[in-house]
């Protein structure tokens, strides 16, 4: 199985609404760590979020909330007030165990923001 | 802050030459590295975790002759593709990890490597 989904195909949205991405993954693990990241054209990937396990409340940093459905196994980024340099790929990873361990990557999601 | 450099961010080179790829966390400490592959509109692949002071972690499937890492300092770690091919051509993404925030790992701007 694998351990992290990403299955929506090319997003698209309009400017200033929301827009959620969805992400669930799959362990055994207590212990863990969900991350997403953004790749824009460029091909640099910036870090935008992140959520323990262990966390109760949803992780948020400005625009960008994670809603995390623990027992769902699903941690989906909520975009808010889309801008049109939102337009990128966007990763959800999980890291297992130690915070030393490797990370694995989704297949990524391509959103458009539309003016 | 979190910042981490990449060098060279494009190189072109010659089919039986050997490529080095430097990357640098600038403002913090980073014991453990990670050197990813990406192909066109994929995700990222890991290919070796570079833990300072010890030898690397190679993924299943990874030539440990063909991509040397070396982590000689706790800012600097490197890739050195030797004899590359130009099936080697890729996109090369490294990442340094940060202790807060349950272990980010914070990315390198990445380096285009073309193997005529």
């Known amino acids: 199985a694998q351990k992290i989904t990403q299955t929506q195909p090319g997003m698209f949205v309009q400017e200033k609404e929301a827009v959620t991405l969805d992400c669930t993954y799959d362990?055994?693990?207590?212990?863990?760590?969900l991350f997403w990241y953004k790749q824009p054209s460029s091909g640099e990937m910036i870090f935008l979020i992140y959520?323990?396990?262990?966390?109760?409340q949803n992780a948020t940093e400005g625009r960008y909330s994670l809603n995390f459905q623990k027992a769902r196994k699903s941690a989906n980024l909520v975009i808010s007030a889309s801008q049109l340099g939102d337009s990128a790929m966007y990763f959800c990873?999980?890291?297992?165990?130690?915070?030393?361990?490797?990370?694995?990557f989704g297949k990524g999601i391509t959103l458009s923001v539309r003016p | 802050g979190a910042v981490v450099s990449q060098h060279p961010s494009r190189v072109i080179c010659k089919s039986g030459t050997s490529v080095k790829i430097e990357c640098r966390s600038l403002?913090?400490?980073?014991?453990?590295m990670f050197w990813y592959r990406q192909f066109p509109k994929k995700s990222l692949m890991l290919m070796a975790t570079?833990?300072?002071?010890?030898?690397?972690?190679?993924e299943q499937g990874v030539e440990k002759d063909k991509f040397l890492i070396n982590h000689a300092s706790l800012t600097l770690s490197t890739l050195t593709v030797t004899s590359a091919h130009p099936e080697d051509s890729s996109f090369y993404i490294c990442?340094?990890?940060?202790?807060?925030?349950?272990?980010?790992?914070?990315f390198g701007p990445g380096t285009r490597l073309t193997v005529l």
């Open positions: 990442s340094a990890l940060q202790g807060a925030l349950g272990g980010t790992q914070y």
């Open positions: 362990t055994s693990d207590q212990s863990y760590g």
């Open positions: 959520q323990g396990s262990y966390d109760e």
């Open positions: 990873a999980m890291r297992e165990g130690r915070a030393n361990s490797k990370l694995t």
């Open positions: 403002d913090f400490q980073a014991t453990t």
């Open positions: 570079s833990n300072e002071g010890s030898k690397a972690t190679y």
